[in-house]
């Protein structure tokens, strides 16, 4: 746990941020700044800005809250540690910590010998908001079949539609993290968005 901010949460808090007006930007450019001068105060608030993209990220790959928590925990020591080799581009860092965050539970699983599932009892108890443009299918996010096909589709496939509907990061960012070109993250966010929607009609993943 980072010192001197709290633990985050133990459902999924609401989901997509907005995108970053030019005084935001500037807001946290200098938050970032100042984290990397060693400021403990500026590395904080950027921890409560970005722990709960963080932790719902870690929360639907883990599926269980305590090891959500743990692994939040150390995805902000590893950022703490490298913030001095973050470069501003203009853009949100949410994409930068959201990457630590993936190393982290990858590490994790292969460790642990852990094998990637979302426990949909946790989904359903969460309290979750999906504002996508793909409509009903990604409206009924809270739908136990739903849930059910998500965790059956490819990995790579699942993690998107995590990155994208659940966690709220765009095409861009989801981009950083999967290590992708954005035309690639479109087209399996699509192959994705179908293969649910095949699901909801009844028919096979």
Partial sequence: MVRGVRRPGGGLPDGPRGSLSPDEAARLQA???LAQRGDPEAFGQLYERYVEVVYRYIFVRVGQVHTAQDLTSDTFVKALRNIGTFTWQGKDIAAWFV???????NDH???????????TADMLDADQQVDAPEGE?????RDERLLEAVKALKPEQAECVVLRFIDGLSIA?????????????KQLQL?????LQRALEGETL
Avoid: P
């Avoid at 990457?99 to 539970?105: E, F, K, L, Q």
């Avoid at 699983?109 to 426990?119: D, H, L, N, Y």
């Fill in 173 to 185: 960012e989801t981009a950083v993290v999967l290590g992708k070109k954005e035309n690639a993250v």
């Fill in 31 to 33: 938050l970032i700044t």
């Fill in 109 to 119: 699983t292969k460790s642990a010998k852990f094998r990637m599932e979302v426990t």
């Fill in 191 to 195: 192959r994705a968005v179908r293969s």
């Fill in 137 to 141: 299918v990604l409206d009924r996010i």
């Fill in 99 to 105: 990457t630590i965050a993936r190393n982290v539970v």
